[in-house]
Each structure stands twice: as structure tokens, then as C-alpha cells.
């Protein structure tokens, strides 16, 4: 069987290589570059020519789609910037996707998500384990979520075993302005993508199970202030995505700063015709 992977890239020349690197035994490798301005396209042509160039979004479901269609293989690798993988899980991945007798749809592979140089099992982002590869007819792609992208119409799920360093990284957030920056780009995508019918109490009670999670499940605060910081930085994704569904569907300051702005710049035209009418007299 064969094996594509596909990426969808923005300006990421610092990292990109290293993800390239790992994904060299693929049959496939397809590149979806939002417009870089950076050398990214430039270095994903010496690992494939399939490198496709689409118009930039801070995040789009359809592009999303559009790279699970572009693909030829059977079986699908979705990976990021931020991902790297161990050659060993690699041949794992390889031996069991060219089983003609391999019974599921998804695999499951060992994932570690690195989080501002972290990744303590007591970490609000820590999982053990991604489906990462699955086989390109059971999967959907869903309008409503960033984070939850993926739709997989199976149940016949394997999971492989393993543990540092057999498995898959995910490195992200190297900053903690990084952190903000992307985090910026899934609040406004959210709050767009968001269905107008679901209620801001939903939106809220995300933050009240991202505290319940952090403080009382994960126990971060036992992690001293690293944990801390890594609850807090959890947390305020979840303050900050209302912030931004409110603006979306209620904010009417930039009406009311032209209203304002306005009502002062006529003010401002009447003094200077009645100073004008004062000098005339």
C-alpha cells in the first residue's frame, strides 16, 4: 500500500526541513504552502515538486480538504511544522501500512506535544498518542472546530506502543510570544468557524472545564511555577477565545468609535465656522 503525507505550511522556513527529513520514505509528499514569504517553498521543492500554492488564512477547513484530495495514496500522514519523527516509528508506520491483510483505518501513533520546552504528563496539552495516519476514505473534515479537524467514519482503530524517543513530536510554541501569535490565528478562525446556534455559555463553560482540567484533574500547580505557566497559558486560550466569539457575533466598537469620531469632527467644523464667523464680524 502507499503512503502520503501532507502538510499545509506559512513562512516556515526555520522548521520545515527537519519535518521533510522524516518523511523522505513516504511514497508522497504534498506541500501546501499558504503564499510564504520566507524561503518555505523553496526548500519543500528539494524534497518534493508537489508543492502547491494556495491563498493565505489563518486557518481554512477547505484547504484542509483540499490537501486530502490532492493526495494519491490510500493511506495519509497529516503532519505540521512543529512535528518530527523517530526513524524507527517511521518503519513501523511503513510495515504496517503495506500489510495488504492490515485490518483497520487509523492509526494511532506514541506522540509527545512539546509546549514551551515541556511536556510533563501533568501538562493541560499532554497526550500520549495522535491519529496521525489513517487511510484517506474514512475521513472528513469538519467546518466547526480547529482543534478538532477531523472526522474518522471508522472504528477499527490500531494503536501503536512505544515512548521517548520512538515516537512522534510535536514542537510547538518554542515562545511565549510564538504562543500568542498562533494562538491569535485559531481565536479568530474559531470564532468564525463556530455555529451562530451555539450559545456563549457553551463558550464559557470551556473556560470553567479548562480551570476544572488544569487545577483539579492534571494538578499542574504540583509542577511548581513551570506548571504554573503552563496552566495559565492554557487557560487564558480558553478566556481569550470567548473574548473573541463575543467580538465576532456582538462587538459594535468600531461603529461606535466612527459615531465618536464623527460627532468630534463636526464639532470641531462647527467652532471653526463660528471662529470664522467671529473674525468676519
Avoid at 74 to 83: F, G
Wanted: hydrophobic residues 45%.
Amino acid at each position: 500500500m502507499s503512503i502520503s503525507v501532507v502538510m499545509l505550511v506559512y513562512n516556515e522556513e526555520a522548521r520545515i526541513e527537519a519535518t521533510l527529513r522524516c518523511v523522505t520514505w513516504c511514497d508522497e509528499i504534498v506541500v501546501l504552502d499558504k503564499h510564504s514569504t520566507d524561503r518555505t517553498r523553496e526548500i519543500a521543492l528539494r524534497y518534493t515538486p508537489k508543492v502547491i500554492e494556495i491563498p493565505y488564512s489563518d486557518y481554512d477547513p477547505h484547504a484542509l480538504r483540499l490537501a486530502l484530495d490532492l493526495v494519491s495514496s490510500e493511506w495519509i500522514l497529516l503532519l505540521t511544522a512543529s512535528d518530527v519523527l523517530h526513524p524507527l516509528l517511521a518503519g513501523q508506520i511503513r510495515s504496517l501500512v503495506d500489510r495488504a491483510d492490515f485490518p483497520y483505518d487509523v492509526i494511532h501513533v506514541p506522540f509527545r506535544r512539546y509546549v514551551l520546552g515541556m511536556s510533563p504528563k501533568r501538562s493541560p496539552w499532554y497526550g500520549d498518542n495522535a491519529a496521525a495516519v489513517f487511510r484517506k476514505e474514512v475521513v472528513s473534515v469538519v467546518d466547526e472546530s480547529v482543534h478538532a479537524a477531523l472526522r474518522f467514519d471508522t472504528k477499527r482503530v490500531y494503536k501503536l506502543s512505544g515512548a521517548e524517543p520512538y515516537c512522534l513530536y510535536h514542537l510547538t510554541h518554542r515562545t511565549v510570544d510564538s504562543m500568542m501569535q498562533r494562538h491569535q490565528l485559531y481565536w479568530r478562525s474559531q470564532a468564525r468557524l463556530l455555529p451562530p446556534t451555539t450559545s456563549m455559555w457553551r463558550v464559557a463553560l470551556d473556560i470553567l472545564r479548562a480551570v476544572v482540567g488544569t487545577v483539579f484533574k492534571r494538578k499542574v500547580f504540583l509542577l511548581g511555577w513551570s506548571g504554573l505557566a503552563l496552566g495559565a497559558a492554557y487557560i487564558s486560550y480558553f478566556l481569550m477565545q470567548f473574548v473573541y466569539v463575543w467580538e465576532y457575533r456582538f462587538s459594535k466598537a468600531g461603529e461606535t468609535y466612527d459615531a465618536i469620531r464623527n460627532l468630534i469632527a463636526q464639532a470641531w467644523d462647527q467652532k471653526a465656522g463660528a471662529d470664522g464667523d467671529d473674525a468676519e464680524s
